[in-house]
């Protein structure tokens, strides 16, 4: 099973398995942290994709408001939480980074991957609809130049749609590898979860998306009391 999925990644033009990186950086606000993003990190470990995963949650994407973030220690501990919750196999080969929630403005990929350059291997993890916009990244001809792009699959996004995303990014930038993973993780939303905490909801209501330590945790510190 494993060799069969592997076997149809797709990067370039053509069907090809790639290497396992040494390093998957998945970055992203996990505001809060959901089984959506567990469920594609097992993905990656368990199908060899890499080595090891660094969590990498943002102190500010350039694309979003500030209003929209939990407070950088929280949206850590919830993240921390998720992970402890996994078992120890997988554990042992994720390593979380608040290096981005430390550093001042916006958080910039770029930068992060500047800050990694310690030799080891390393591919960047996006969802489908970061692909869209890729081409708008700061330095995003510098990433592709020496990053893969390991994109996965998003609920309401069609393959042909990323497969057109996919062409119009190699079409800007020729020297890009951008592989699809051909898993689609549950259809979850850490914006549907912050909507459905401030409305009161209970865990029984959003244990399909998230953890019972992350929901503890959120209620416990007051978390999305005034979403929106």
């Given at each position: 099973?494993?060799?069969?999925l592997?076997?149809?990644?797709?990067g370039?033009?053509?069907?090809k398995?790639?290497?396992?990186a040494?390093?998957?950086?998945?970055?992203?606000?996990?505001?809060?942290?959901?089984l959506?993003?567990?469920?594609?990190?097992?993905?990656?470990?368990?199908?060899d994709?890499?080595?090891?995963?660094?969590?990498?949650?943002?102190?500010?994407?350039?694309?979003?408001?500030?209003?929209?973030?939990?407070?950088?220690?929280?949206r850590?501990?919830m993240?921390?939480?998720?992970?402890?919750?996994?078992s120890?196999?997988l554990?042992?080969?994720?390593?979380?980074?608040?290096?981005?929630?430390?550093?001042?403005g916006?958080?910039?990929?770029?930068?992060t991957?500047?800050s990694?350059d310690?030799?080891?291997?390393?591919?960047l993890?996006?969802?489908?609809?970061?692909?869209?916009s890729?081409?708008?990244?700061?330095e995003?001809?510098?990433?592709?130049?020496?990053?893969?792009?390991?994109?996965?699959?998003?609920?309401?996004?069609?393959?042909?749609?990323?497969q057109?995303?996919?062409r119009?990014?190699?079409?800007?930038?020729?020297?890009?590898?951008?592989?699809?993973?051909?898993?689609?993780?549950?259809?979850?939303?850490?914006?549907?979860?912050?909507?459905?905490?401030?409305t009161?909801?209970?865990?029984?209501?959003?244990?399909?998306?998230?953890?019972?330590?992350?929901f503890?945790?959120?209620?416990?510190v007051?978390?999305y009391?005034?979403e929106?």
């Amino acid at each position: 099973m494993k060799e069969r999925l592997l076997s149809i990644l797709r990067g370039g033009d053509a069907l090809k398995t790639p290497p396992p990186a040494g390093r998957m950086l998945y970055g992203g606000s996990f505001n809060p942290v959901h089984l959506g993003h567990l469920a594609l990190i097992r993905y990656v470990i368990e199908h060899d994709l890499a080595r090891s995963v660094l969590l990498m949650p943002a102190g500010r994407s350039p694309f979003k408001g500030t209003g929209q973030y939990a407070p950088a220690e929280h949206r850590l501990k919830m993240l921390e939480l998720a992970v402890q919750g996994l078992s120890d196999d997988l554990q042992a080969r994720i390593a979380i980074s608040d290096a981005e929630l430390r550093r001042p403005g916006p958080s910039y990929t770029a930068e992060t991957l500047q800050s990694l350059d310690d030799g080891i291997d390393t591919a960047l993890l996006i969802g489908a609809d970061s692909l869209e916009s890729f081409d708008q990244w700061k330095e995003a001809d510098w990433i592709l130049g020496r990053v893969p792009l390991y994109v996965v699959y998003r609920a309401g996004i069609d393959d042909a749609q990323v497969q057109s995303w996919r062409r119009r990014l190699q079409g800007f930038f020729p020297v890009a590898n951008v592989y699809l993973i051909p898993f689609e993780p549950p259809a979850c939303s850490s914006t549907y979860l912050r909507q459905a905490i401030a409305t009161g909801a209970g865990f029984e209501q959003l244990k399909a998306c998230l953890p019972q330590s992350v929901f503890a945790y959120i209620k416990h510190v007051g978390l999305y009391r005034e979403e929106a």
